[in-house]
């Protein structure tokens, strides 16, 4: 459609009234633009490796991953309510901050051997819970 509109724009100055109407004029003009479309030999190019349809993938995930992913968002959180309130923080301070056990230990005023320990326990109450 735009290649049509841009002939008509350019090709504006030869319409002539006596000719046709504006309308039969301008589709005549997309018609043929139509046909010569069709006439190109190479318009649709077969993908029979699939290199194509890769090229256009997205990286998405489909309706399926997204409702396991909900499911197990789900059983995590409800794995993350089930950890002692210190080792919730450390362990959410450390993965959804990336903090290290150092600047963890400084942020909750805590030695850093009682943190690594919240953390190594709390990770394993999750595994445990979560097989």
């Given at each position: ?15 002539s ?29 077969p ?5 194509l ?27 993350i ?51």
């Amino acid at each position: 459609m735009q290649d049509s509109f841009v002939n008509i724009w350019h090709n504006a100055s030869r319409y002539s009234s006596e000719q046709s109407q504006v309308m039969t004029w301008m589709t005549r003009i997309v018609r043929n633009r139509c046909i010569d479309l069709l006439r190109r030999p190479d318009v649709e190019r077969p993908d029979p490796d699939g290199e194509l349809t890769l090229a256009w993938a997205d990286g998405a995930p489909g309706p399926l991953e997204r409702l396991q992913s909900s499911q197990d968002s789900r059983r995590l959180a409800d794995c993350i309510s089930q950890l002692e309130s210190q080792q919730r923080a450390a362990i959410a301070l450390s993965f959804f901050d990336d903090l290290s056990h150092g600047e963890i230990a400084s942020r909750l005023e805590k030695p850093l051997g009682t943190i690594k320990s919240w953390v190594r326990r709390g990770l394993e109450r999750l595994k445990r819970c979560l097989a």
